[in-house]
């Protein structure tokens, strides 16, 4: 401890007089070097030099100088007929979506009071056999067309479901690395030329079919049906939205509108198609756009919000909480998760405040704890999930048979005994309908081999994770991430 001050104190006293040698020895260099410093463009949830296996990323970061509206970021690998990058800006702070072509891209920031600064990503398609398909259905008259508000908006579905997949595909990507599960996401299927594929196909039923399957809750299971009768893939989740939902000017009432997830289908109905983002670029501006939407002519599903921002953050927030459910995840209990109304704030990723609405009058700036996330008991089963494994073999799914866990519940013991030759990285517990608690164990890390293959919990233990609340059921993830379910004891009223 004496050393130590000593040596603080030397340095103290000695560093004025090291400074101005090195004023002598390199003149007005050390006023550069200190500038260089100060008006720095960093980069916070990106390094340079490192792979990325999604094809947008989202940067965020800060200008020294006072103000960063004047930050302009260009990738000079930028893929054939992307528009040029917009940058969203919140006094220092900024945000930008920027596209990546497979391999090398340097990434320009440029701002007049700073250096300018290089990033450089190196975009690695996934490997990942499983995928994300993703459809835009017609009954069986095979009409492309969705409701829109007026005839200004265009038709192009395929652009507008492209961009907001891709926009789920990055928060996802950086929402989980943001909890220190890595960078993952699922991918989505692309053709040879690397372009995200939108399927488009035929119903084999009249759209009031649907419409009347809608009303009795079979327009689901009929779907689901038909995906797997005519287009079966086992690798494949399946976010489909069908083209002929529509807005009864007569009643007001929504006909074939739902947003259903389960199994391998995520169901969604096209009433908010129009406000969609075509492009990528074009994402920050819906975001911030506070037209009002009239819900005379449209379904206004904003959460009372009623603004062309607000619509499209809720409903493509909803498609991604869909996707969650066919991903196998349930509801949670936070309240800024995805798998609950969190996904009304999908757009706050993405932007540094709330523009105007019906629930605000001015604009709202929200804190980082407020932006929408896979809450940590959803993320962390996601890591798991054959569907977030980026190349086909990694980990030790290719180590392990591919068997499920076994999950003994002894009522006479009063215990529940799990074991898998896989290991277990992770159990979650279940109330009624939905869940309230994790526990992981050993590392999340690829590759980990330090997960037990054999637990033992009591039912005290299990009870008491989140005492009063009833836990009844458990979900065992092994490191395939295979899993199994089993019902726990419920006590006599």
């Known amino acids: 401890m004496r050393l130590s001050r000593i040596r603080s104190t030397l340095v103290t006293a000695l560093l004025p007089t090291l400074l101005s040698t090195l004023s002598i020895a390199f003149g007005d260099s050390t006023l550069a070097i200190a500038s260089n410093l100060e008006s720095s463009i960093r980069v916070e949830n990106h390094e340079s030099d490192s ?105 192009d579905y395929a652009n507008r479901l492209r961009t907001a997949a891709l926009l789920m595909q990055t928060f996802t990507a950086e929402r989980m690395k943001d909890l220190g599960y890595g960078p993952r996401t699922f991918a989505l299927e692309r053709d040879d030329k690397g372009e995200v594929v939108v399927h488009t196909w035929k119903g084999d039923q009249d759209k009031q079919d649907y419409y ?34 529509r807005k009864d000017p007569r009643t007001g009432k929504m006909l074939g509108h739902t947003a259903l997830g389960g199994a391998n289908l995520g169901l969604f109905g096209s009433a908010s198609m129009f406000c969609w983002p075509r492009d990528i670029q074009s994402a920050m501006d819906v975001f911030q756009d506070g037209t009002e939407v009239d819900p005379t002519h449209v379904h206004d599903d904003s959460a009372f919000r009623g603004t062309i921002w607000a619509l499209a953050s809720t409903t493509i927030g909803a498609t991604l909480h869909e996707t969650g459910h066919a991903m196998g995840l349930p509801h949670c209990t936070d309240n800024m998760g995805i798998m609950t109304r969190g996904f009304d704030h999908f757009h706050r990723v993405f932007t540094f405040a709330d523009p105007p609405s019906k629930q605000n009058k001015q604009p709202r700036k929200f804190s980082s704890e407020q932006e929408a996330y896979f809450s940590p008991v959803s993320a962390s089963f996601l890591r798991w999930s054959p569907w977030f494994q980026l190349d086909d073999s990694t980990g030790v799914s290719a180590k392990s048979p591919r068997s499920r866990p076994n999950v003994e519940v002894d009522e006479a013991a009063k215990l529940v005994r799990i074991s898998s030759s896989a290991g277990i990285p992770w159990i979650g517990f279940h109330s009624k309908d939905r869940i309230e608690t994790f526990q992981e164990y050993g590392s999340h890390d690829t590759g980990a081999d330090d997960h037990p293959e054999s637990i033992e919990l009591t039912f005290d233990d299990i009870q008491q994770l989140k005492p009063g609340t009833e836990i009844r059921r458990i979900v065992v993830v092994d490191s395939n991430g295979e899993s199994r379910n089993a019902s726990l004891p419920q006590p006599s009223p």
């Not at 009347?212 to 399946?238: F, G, L, S, Y």
Request: net charge negative; hydrophobic share 35%.
């Open 51 to 155: 792979e990325v296996r999604y094809s947008v990323v989202l940067l965020r970061g800060t200008v020294a100088a006072d103000d960063a509206s004047e930050l302009t970021i260009v990738n000079t690998n930028t893929p054939a007929g992307s528009s040029p990058v917009k940058v969203l800006t919140d006094g220092k702070r900024f945000k930008a979506l920027v596209e990546l072509s497979e391999g090398r891209n340097a990434i320009r920031l440029e701002h007049g009071s700073a250096s300018t600064s290089e990033l450089i990503l190196d975009f690695k398609p996934q490997t990942n056999p499983h995928y994300v398909r993703l459809i835009w259905m017609t009954d069986q008259s095979g009409e492309t067309d969705f409701a829109v508000p007026d005839d200004t908006v265009t038709q």
């Open 212 to 245: 009347a399957q809608a009303e009795n809750n079979r327009w689901w299971q009929q779907v689901r049906r038909w995906i797997n009768d005519e287009h079966p893939d086992p690798m494949a989740k399946n976010v489909v939205l069908a083209a002929y939902t």
